[in-house]
């Protein structure tokens, strides 16, 4: 601890004599923007201009609600109008857990230094950074009031779904002004800029809901709000994923264009990203963009029908080349083939037949198959296949031809749904999993995404791609240049080998079966070799199918989006 303080007080020393070098922060120094384009991945398509001053709506602090104000302090910097722009209680613990963990892990940042952070420098975690932000903070307290900063702050930060500010924020989650926003609502928006994607709540309502939990305890503790007024907003509905909405302009692209800035602002973050001076080279193919979005329209003409979703990728790079997320963006953003959790039946059968066959179990091995009943633990899972037919004893690539479900369900129970589980993450599954028996069936909630990055891994011999710079993701950019500096950060193409390259082999040659005598015959092209499988929930409220060839791996879904019924044609 007296290392802590020492290095504290060093610090603070360090932050006065660097802040009287710094230039006086120019209130405009935030509008000089420079374009950031967002190119398709020929290098010359342009997908989008994004700008500062496109993205988010400026407002005053009259038109922002108080409860606003007060549970962003809260749960972000409670002691915000005490300091001076740096918290040496925050800094100390900061410095505290960085010195356990060896490295720069804990924020400990105020909320001026996160406004300044967003508006004037790089995203990075380095002392170096940390130091320059906590003088340009300490200089700022100096010359601005702490409303003007917060109304900043509250006008820069990003609250996921391509909403920035809090004015664009209030009418994406709840269709009214800031200034309109109520205590459950203030929450819910004041949980999510610490981390958009994990508390989102179109994707993950369960989290959201304890982030706004948290932030209303935060204002409980704090004497911001009673125990009833804690009690009531506690209660209160999320919005849904139908209800978040965004104005937005339908181009080739759309929803894959929202989820690359989405990669990009958690990367770079959001001050860097619109209207920083980026060329952003993605992995797009406009050809093939085009093609996905007609063949789907072609077939589901019915703005009451099925809605569909598809994503292609290259298994060779890991490049998702198409991204068909919805009809219509303007009427709404939430992405179908990233964001929507359906179940994939038994496009997920080759995904047990790979652990399997990690484990040394043979493709060829044999199981009876019959109506079996199975212990679970808490319960008895019965399996019957569709239409109680049963081919007898069978070995295990015959079955999944047939996709029989009696095989699986036994297959699960031998190599066990924990094992599955981790065949899934490796393969490039990233949503949480539960180790249930049932998973061998594919109950578990996935998305088109997902289901095409597992399969690519299949298609490239067992090796999963993915990208240098933004880690175990799905590879959308190829390179980010910085305009001002011509400085280059390729995303270049790296291989993990997550499955033997025999097996992969030998479970595309099943899938190639399954293409050309079994449940996926309707996907066949003629003199070319196609593997894939199948996928249908029980009563038909969702259908896969997820295939590949050499050069592109494809996932599609289909279903009605808002809830599960059945489709009947």
Same mark, same amino acid.
């Given at each position: 601890?007296?290392?802590?303080?020492?290095? #504290?007080? +060093?610090?603070?020393?360090?932050? %006065?004599?660097?802040?009287?070098?710094?230039?006086?922060?120019?209130?405009?120094?935030?509008?000089?923007?420079?374009?950031?384009?967002?190119?398709?991945?020929?290098?010359? /398509?342009?997908?989008?201009?994004?700008?500062? *001053?496109?993205?988010?709506?400026? $407002?005053?602090? *009259?038109?922002?609600?108080?409860?606003?104000?007060?549970?962003?302090?809260?749960?972000? *910097?409670?002691?915000?109008?005490?300091?001076?722009?740096?918290?040496?209680?925050?800094?100390?613990?900061?410095?505290?857990?960085?010195?356990?963990?060896?490295?720069?892990?804990?924020?400990?940042?105020?909320?001026?230094?996160?406004?300044? !952070?967003?508006?004037?420098?790089?995203?990075?975690?380095?002392?170096?950074?940390?130091?320059?932000?906590?003088?340009?903070?300490?200089?700022?307290?100096?010359?601005?009031?702490?409303?003007?900063?917060?109304?900043?702050?509250?006008?820069?930060?990003?609250?996921?779904?391509?909403?920035?500010?809090?004015?664009?924020?209030?009418?994406?989650?709840?269709? !009214?002004?800031?200034?309109?926003?109520?205590?459950?609502?203030?929450?819910?928006?004041?949980?999510?800029?610490? @981390?958009?994607?994990?508390?989102?709540?179109?994707?993950?309502?369960?989290?959201?809901?304890?982030? %706004?939990?948290?932030?209303?305890?935060?204002?409980?503790?704090?004497?911001?709000?009673?125990?009833?007024?804690?009690?009531?907003?506690?209660?209160?509905?999320?919005?849904?994923?139908?209800?978040?909405?965004?104005?937005?302009?339908?181009?080739?692209?759309?929803?894959?264009?929202?989820?690359?800035?989405?990669?990009?602002?958690?990367?770079?973050?959001?001050?860097?990203?619109?209207?920083?001076?980026?060329?952003?080279?993605?992995?797009?193919?406009?050809? #093939?963009? #085009?093609?996905?979005?007609?063949?789907?329209? !072609?077939? #589901?003409?019915?703005?009451?029908?099925?809605?569909?979703?598809?994503?292609?990728?290259?298994?060779?790079?890991?490049?998702?080349?198409?991204?068909?997320?919805?009809?219509?963006?303007?009427?709404?953003?939430?992405?179908?083939?990233?964001?929507?959790?359906?179940?994939?039946?038994?496009? +997920?059968?080759?995904?047990?037949?790979?652990?399997?066959?990690?484990?040394?179990?043979?493709?060829?091995?044999?199981?009876?198959?019959?109506?079996?009943?199975?212990?679970?633990?808490?319960?008895?899972?019965?399996?019957?296949?569709? *239409?109680?037919?049963?081919?007898?004893?069978?070995?295990?690539?015959?079955?999944?031809?047939?996709?029989?479900?009696?095989?699986?369900?036994?297959?699960?129970?031998?190599?066990?749904?924990?094992?599955?589980?981790?065949?899934?993450? @490796?393969?490039?599954?990233?949503?949480?999993?539960?180790?249930?028996?049932?998973?061998?069936?594919? /109950?578990?909630?996935?998305?088109?995404?997902?289901?095409?990055?597992?399969?690519?891994?299949?298609?490239?011999?067992?090796? %999963?791609?993915?990208?240098?710079?933004?880690?175990? %993701?799905?590879?959308?950019?190829?390179?980010?240049?910085?305009?001002?500096?011509?400085?280059?950060?390729?995303?270049?193409?790296?291989?993990?080998?997550?499955?033997?390259?025999?097996?992969?082999?030998?479970?595309?040659?099943?899938?190639?079966?399954?293409?050309? /005598?079994?449940?996926? &015959?309707?996907?066949?092209?003629?003199?070319?070799?196609?593997? =894939?499988?199948?996928?249908? &929930?029980?009563?038909? =409220?969702?259908?896969?199918?997820?295939?590949?060839?050499?050069?592109?791996?494809?996932? $599609?879904?289909?279903?009605?989006?808002?809830?599960?019924?059945?489709?009947?044609?």
């Amino acid at each position: 601890m007296l290392f802590v303080l020492a290095t #504290l007080a +060093f610090t603070f020393g360090l932050v %006065r004599a660097v802040a009287s070098e710094i230039p006086a922060l120019d209130p405009a120094a935030q509008r000089t923007d420079v374009d950031t384009v967002v190119y398709a991945w020929n290098g010359r /398509s342009v997908l989008a201009v994004l700008r500062g *001053d496109e993205s988010r709506v400026l $407002v005053d602090t *009259d038109a922002i609600a108080p409860i606003m104000r007060q549970a962003i302090v809260s749960v972000e *910097d409670q002691r915000f109008f005490e300091h001076n722009g740096i918290d040496l209680k925050g800094v100390a613990r900061a410095l505290w857990q960085d010195v356990q963990q060896q490295g720069i892990v804990e924020g400990g940042s105020t909320i001026t230094q996160q406004f300044v !952070k967003n508006a004037y420098i790089r995203n990075e975690r380095t002392l170096a950074r940390k130091v320059r932000e906590a003088a340009l903070a300490w200089q700022l307290e100096q010359r601005w009031t702490k409303d003007r900063i917060l109304t900043s702050y509250l006008n820069t930060i990003y609250f996921g779904n391509g909403a920035y500010g809090i004015q664009q924020a209030a009418r994406a989650y709840f269709k !009214k002004s800031a200034k309109e926003l109520e205590l459950p609502e203030a929450a819910l928006l004041a949980g999510i800029p610490a @981390d958009p994607s994990l508390y989102d709540p179109a994707t993950s309502p369960h989290k959201a809901k304890a982030r %706004r939990k948290h932030v209303l305890g935060m204002m409980l503790e704090q004497g911001k709000i009673t125990r009833a007024d804690f009690v009531k907003a506690n209660a209160a509905p999320l919005p849904t994923p139908e209800e978040i909405r965004l104005p937005g302009t339908q181009g080739p692209a759309p929803y894959f264009l929202n989820y690359v800035k989405d990669e990009l602002v958690a990367k770079y973050g959001a001050g860097r990203v619109f209207g920083g001076g980026l060329k952003v080279t993605t992995t797009i193919d406009l050809g #093939l963009q #085009l093609q996905a979005r007609a063949a789907i329209e !072609k077939v #589901l003409r019915s703005p009451d029908g099925p809605a569909a979703a598809l994503v292609a990728i290259d298994p060779r790079t890991g490049a998702v080349k198409a991204m068909f997320g919805g009809r219509n963006f303007r009427e709404s953003q939430f992405n179908l083939a990233a964001q929507a959790e359906r179940q994939p039946g038994s496009a +997920f059968k080759p995904i047990v037949l790979a652990t399997a066959m990690q484990e040394g179990i043979s493709p060829q091995s044999e199981i009876e198959s019959k109506k079996v009943s199975i212990d679970a633990g808490d319960r008895i899972w019965t399996v019957t296949n569709y *239409d109680h037919t049963y081919l007898g004893r069978v070995n295990l690539a015959r079955a999944l031809v047939s996709s029989d479900n009696s095989v699986y369900a036994q297959l699960t129970d031998l190599v066990g749904p924990k094992a599955i589980v981790k065949t899934a993450h @490796d393969l490039g599954i990233r949503s949480p999993l539960d180790p249930y028996f049932s998973i061998g069936l594919g /109950s578990v909630a996935v998305n088109p995404l997902e289901m095409a990055r597992a399969y690519a891994t299949f298609a490239n011999g067992g090796r %999963r791609v993915d990208g240098s710079l933004f880690g175990d %993701r799905p590879r959308v950019v190829e390179e980010v240049e910085r305009i001002r500096t011509g400085r280059i950060e390729e995303n270049a193409p790296i291989p993990t080998q997550v499955l033997e390259v025999g097996e992969a082999e030998l479970l595309t040659e099943i899938l190639e079966d399954v293409v050309q /005598s079994g449940t996926g &015959t309707r996907a066949a092209i003629p003199g070319r070799q196609v593997a =894939g499988k199948t996928g249908t &929930t029980d009563n038909y =409220g969702d259908a896969w199918f997820v295939g590949y060839t050499p050069e592109l791996a494809v996932a $599609v879904w289909v279903g009605y989006p808002d809830r599960l019924r059945p489709m009947t044609t």
